[in-house]
């Protein structure tokens, strides 16, 4: 697929404001166009789909939930680009229905074949021959049969609760006092895949196999049909001043409450009576506008597990990051960090260098004391672990843990217990500010005296994500940035409150009027010389007010590069508004999240690396940092990782003025040039 089809101007009035949710919804029609893709492996490219629907969901969760809040409160409050609540879950639903149907269509034309021709079979039950077919119902009858609990939908005096995103089968049943509908959960904690007994390469799918034996469920009674359905509820309950008394019980009782969101979505098999649909909407509290009918699979998250099976020749080919020299021992880390600022750039740097960073200061009897910042850390976290190993050995150490990184509280609810625990001074920010900023400072007693080694990045401090993701983070041993890093972690954990830093940028204090200064700064140096540069790369352009300082800054005449993974609000190449302003969007084997503010002030650049995006949650509700990049090899560098995204001729997308992106090809003549390959060529790690 070469173009991203939704259109932008749906029912916007605002022409100079794509729409926010349209925009993220051709962001994932752009993930669905890499499973499309024939350029990737069988399995990666069933990935993609995995992420299409996995994505999908949560945005039902979170974002189109609200909505449905804003509804029922009677709020009439307009988009910037001029939708009310209804008319923006309108047009939500009027783009979801056909994606999801090139979705199904694509699993069911696309993939079953290919994965035929790979040597891995789907079947039904029924199509195996008989002894198969015996083997897997003892298996059933063993692993699954305990598992199931059938539950009356129609007629009953009460709707039973459904769990979110659950796989079901509504259950049509019928005796001597006529039909009825049950519903019979699809287990989880069961893998989906199934295997078959002595067929190497072939599975079944469980719900397949659970319709089979509903008889066993349902003894005495006529099974005379069934459906595969799901729910998806609203999963973004706010962290609210209940009656806790603190933020942790705030997160505990949150996470309690989500799994009781109200439902906002109803997918269901095509070809399911209308007549049972209602009964579940009705049950459900749902319009009819909320029911989606699905062709083929339901819930293609299942997918991950034919992804995640053992073929190696169906993956993409390993690929091993630079493990900088200089990680072998403490002194050595340390004296680099000392002499130079080390700009890393994950995948391509290997992560080890961060790991490495705070397991040498919870190791160097030279280190006094740790700071760190964890938002997203996983289940399984080396950084966490030396950050025990430092307070086991008597040092200072101090985390600052965000509870609501939603989707990650019980991970962060355990990790913050066991560094109290430890002796560790745990602080969990504030009620209604999210601390999104990714810091490390390490205190080292030296000949001279205290010195602080500072880590700054744009990605969680993650192992798993740090081998998926682009990411940017900067070492540096700058005393001046390292007193404004600290300044701010006695921010977050009293009751300092600093107005202004003196080097780095901090939302919700100064990054928009630092971003926005430095833009009207190269209009004035446009207007004076007749040139200016602006560079950005970030996740998401949604702010207003920076999106009207871009346009502004290219009626004067200076250049804008942007490269926006995901949503983008503004709306390039429009004659006398946008028309010096191009975007694109990487979309590859890593999900691009690294973020880049170059300015090019004259021939003099200026360059910030840290974990701000322009929404405006990020520059008013959140603590982010941005940090100046000092040294030209590396700005250098920065600029060229956003010329290789504007040279990429297979992964890139080129946003154009009627909001829709068009997949960017190799011209005549032109060698393919995919941005990502390159990323392993040029270890930032080693650019001075």
């Known amino acids: 697929m070469s173009e991203a089809t939704i259109e932008s101007t749906a029912a916007g009035q605002n022409p100079g404001y794509i729409n926010r949710e349209l925009s993220w919804l051709r962001f994932n029609e752009r993930v669905l166009a890499e499973a499309e893709n024939r350029r990737h492996p069988l399995l990666e490219r069933l990935k993609y789909l995995a992420i299409f629907e996995s994505n999908l969901d949560e945005f039902f969760m979170v974002r189109v939930s609200g909505y449905f809040e804003q509804i029922e409160q009677g709020l009439n409050e307009e988009t910037p680009d001029g939708l009310n ?11 979801v229905k056909p994606l999801r149907d090139r979705a199904a269509k694509l699993w069911e034309e696309g993939f079953r074949a290919s994965l035929e021709r790979s040597r891995i079979r789907l079947r039904r039950p029924t199509e195996l021959e008989e002894p198969v077919q015996e083997k897997l119902a003892e ?33 049509v049943l019928n005796d001597e006092s006529g039909e009825r509908l049950a519903r019979v959960k699809v287990p989880n904690g069961v893998s989906r895949l199934v295997p078959v007994p002595g067929l190497r390469g072939t599975f079944v799918w469980l ?9 066993s469920l349902f003894p005495g009674m006529e099974i005379r ?3 595969r359905f799901r729910v998806i509820r609203d999963a973004d309950i706010e962290i609210r001043e209940l009656e806790a008394s603190d933020l942790i019980s705030m997160v505990e009782q949150t996470l309690q409450k989500r799994r009781f969101g109200d439902p906002v979505l109803l997918e269901v098999e095509e070809g399911m009576p ?16 909320d029911v989606l009918r699905v062709e083929g699979l339901i819930g293609l998250d299942g997918l991950w597990e034919i992804a995640g099976l053992d073929r190696p020749r169906l993956r993409y080919r390993t690929a091993t990051p630079h493990n900088p020299t200089w990680t072998g021992s403490p002194e050595a880390l340390f004296d680099t960090i000392r002499e130079r600022d080390v700009l890393l750039h994950m995948p391509y740097d290997s992560f080890r260098a961060v790991e490495t960073f705070v397991a040498s200061a919870a190791n ?11 938002y997203r850390v996983g289940s399984a976290s080396p950084i966490v672990e030396s950050l025990l190993e430092a307070s086991s050995r008597g040092k200072q150490v101090a985390a600052m843990v965000e509870l609501k990184a939603r989707f990650d509280e019980s991970n962060n609810l355990v990790w913050s217990r066991a560094l109290e625990r430890a002796g560790v001074h745990v602080t969990y920010g504030f009620r209604d500010m999210k601390v999104h900023a990714k810091l490390c400072v390490v205190v080292r007693k030296e000949k001279d005296g205290l010195r602080t080694y500072t880590y700054i990045g744009t990605g969680n401090f993650n192992p798993n994500t740090a081998r998926t993701y682009t990411d940017l983070g900067l070492f540096t041993s700058d005393p001046e940035v390292g007193e404004d890093v600290l300044q701010l972690f006695n921010y977050l954990t009293g009751y300092a409150r600093p107005q202004s830093f003196s080097h780095i940028l901090v939302a919700p204090i100064d990054v928009r009027d630092g971003i926005l200064d430095r833009i009207e700064r190269e209009i004035e140096i446009c207007r004076q010389t007749g040139k200016g540069y602006l560079a950005f790369k970030v996740n998401s352009l949604v702010d207003p007010e920076v999106i009207q300082a871009l346009y502004e800054a290219s009626q004067a005449g200076v250049q804008v590069d942007l490269v926006v993974r995901g949503i983008c609000c503004l709306r390039p190449g429009v004659k006398k508004q946008s028309e010096n302003i191009r975007v694109v969007s990487v979309i590859g084997r890593y999900l691009e999240h690294s973020r880049i ?13 840290g974990s701000a995006d322009l929404m405006r949650r990020n520059l008013d509700r959140r603590i982010e940092v941005l940090a100046p990049v000092r040294s030209r090899g590396q700005v250098s560098y920065l600029k060229g990782v956003v010329d290789a995204c504007f040279k990429d001729n297979r992964q890139a997308w080129e946003l154009r003025s009627n909001g829709t992106y068009r997949r960017v090809r190799p011209k005549a003549g032109d060698a393919e040039f ?12 080693e650019v001075m």
């Open 225 to 227: 049909a069934s459906y």
């Open 274 to 289: 209308e007549a049972w649909i209602k009964v579940l909407r009705r049950g459900l509290q749902l319009d009819p506008r």
């Open 207 to 215: 719900e397949d196999l659970l319709a089979e034996h509903l008889d």
């Open 597 to 609: 503010y170059y300015f090019g002030n004259g021939g003099k650049p200026e360059c910030f690396v």
């Open 674 to 685: 995919v941005a990502q390959d390159a990323g392993f060529a040029n270890p930032a790690s």
């Open 364 to 374: 160097d009897p030279k280190v006094v004391g740790i700071k760190q910042t964890l």
């Open 85 to 95: 609540p209804e008319e923006q879950v309108q047009a939500i639903l009027d783009a």
């Open 139 to 171: 298996w059933f009858r063993r692993e699954i049969f305990p598992l199931c609990t059938p539950l009356v939908l129609w007629p009953n005096t009460s709707f039973p609760f459904l769990s979110n995103r659950s796989l079901n089968l509504a259950v």
